[in-house]
């Protein structure tokens, strides 16, 4: 018998059910360890228990999709001494395992930066991480540009 395939979307948290965005929180509450059972979890986000066992192995947080997983990051950088030096001790201190660097050769002042990452490690979500790379000094911009297995 050939498996169904699954389909997945991509969607607004602000445009899920409330039953849905429950779900996921009281998902995060148990993973987290900030609460031990299902029921302080659903407790917690005023849930039934039905209702969670009912999403609970159907929805998951964008970025639960990408852990364990090897990313890829375009950056642009202004071209100063340390920029590169930032960006290498913001991704260890949020445990990131770089794999690669490729830096172009500095145009106008900026360079290009792509990097592989392994974030198997990380207790931040890609999401967050790339923010984080976008907010530090000398970062242009910070993009996923692929993630793998």
Do not use: C, W
């Not at 509450?29 to 209702?51: F, H, P």
């Not at 998951?60 to 920029?83: Q, W």
């Not at 949020?94 to 172009?104: A, D, E, S």
């Amino acid at each position: 018998m050939k498996r169904k395939e699954e389909t997945y979307y991509l969607i607004r948290s602000d445009m899920l059910p409330e039953a849905i965005q429950k779900t996921v929180k009281a998902k995060s509450l148990l993973t987290s360890g900030e609460v031990q059972t299902v029921q302080e979890a659903v407790e917690r986000v005023g849930m039934s228990r039905s209702s969670f066992y009912k999403y609970k192995d159907g929805v998951y947080p964008f970025n639960a999709l990408m852990k364990e997983k090897i990313v890829t990051v375009a950056l642009t950088l202004d071209h100063r001494s340390g920029v590169l030096s930032g960006i290498l001790s913001y991704l260890a201190r949020n445990r990131g395992n770089v794999l690669t660097i490729h830096q172009t050769i500095p145009l106008q002042g900026v360079a290009g930066v792509t990097m592989s990452l392994d974030t198997a490690h990380m207790e931040e979500d890609v999401t967050a991480i790339i923010d984080g790379l976008q907010e530090l000094n000398g970062v242009k911009r910070a993009v996923l540009v692929a993630r793998g297995e």
